[in-house]
């Protein structure tokens, strides 16, 4: 009972994480909800890498709508995903955005004509995209600690309840 909780609790903690890093990249890649930014090259390569999108987002929803104490190996391959995620969402506010600017001023946040209040936009949202992704980490690291010992329990729990007959010395 208590396994099946704590993975209905960490799939739906997963999924909304997914969700909302899928999201923040879609909002990359579209800055003031318009697409000829980024049909134009105005959008950060890391935001066209779109690992919000198929690293901590499809790969961990993946991982979520199977059974997740069935493959480590998905479990570990998930954890890289999201940490490549974390990774790319750090470098993305590095670098900063792309921009059309002023070019007779220097160049400073209030200087960015096109598009309005990009700087706003990538900060924020890199920033949400990258702690979603540390906080997919997270619980995936505390799953990976705690899942074989909920694994053997619950096999335990299902050996014992389908076969008594073993524990039993009557003849």
Same mark, same amino acid.
């Given at each position: 009972?208590?396994?099946?909780?704590?993975?209905?609790?960490?799939?739906?903690?997963?999924?909304?994480?997914?969700?909302?890093?899928?999201?923040?990249?879609?909002?990359?890649?579209?800055?003031?909800?318009?697409?000829?930014?980024?049909?134009?090259?105005?959008?950060?390569?890391?935001?066209?890498?779109?690992?919000?999108?198929?690293?901590?987002?499809?790969?961990?929803? &993946?991982?979520?709508?199977?059974?997740?104490?069935?493959?480590?190996?998905?479990?570990?391959?998930?954890?890289?995903?999201?940490?490549?995620?974390?990774?790319?969402?750090?470098?993305?506010? #590095?670098?900063?955005?792309?921009?059309? &600017?002023?070019?007779?001023?220097?160049?400073?946040?209030?200087?960015?004509?096109?598009?309005?209040?990009?700087?706003?936009?990538?900060? #924020?949202?890199?920033?949400?995209?990258?702690?979603?992704?540390?906080?997919?980490?997270?619980?995936?690291?505390?799953?990976? &600690?705690?899942?074989?010992?909920?694994?053997?329990?619950?096999?335990?729990?299902?050996?014992?309840?389908?076969?008594?007959?073993?524990?039993?010395?009557?003849?």
């Amino acid at each position: 009972m208590c396994v099946s909780r704590c993975l209905q609790c960490v799939g739906r903690s997963l999924a909304v994480l997914a969700l909302i890093c899928m999201l923040s990249n879609v909002l990359l890649l579209l800055p003031q909800l318009k697409i000829h930014f980024l049909l134009e090259g105005h959008v950060t390569r890391e935001a066209t890498w779109a690992t919000g999108l198929w690293a901590s987002g499809l790969m961990v929803c &993946y991982m979520v709508t199977r059974c997740v104490c069935v493959c480590l190996f998905l479990l570990f391959l998930c954890l890289l995903a999201a940490s490549i995620c974390c990774l790319v969402s750090v470098t993305g506010l #590095v670098q900063g955005p792309l921009c059309l &600017y002023n070019a007779t001023t220097d160049t400073s946040s209030s200087d960015f004509r096109n598009p309005h209040s990009v700087v706003e936009w990538n900060i #924020v949202l890199f920033s949400v995209m990258g702690v979603a992704s540390l906080l997919q980490n997270l619980v995936l690291c505390i799953f990976s &600690y705690m899942s074989p010992v909920q694994v053997q329990k619950g096999v335990a729990s299902a050996c014992i309840r389908s076969d008594r007959s073993l524990w039993s010395f009557s003849t």
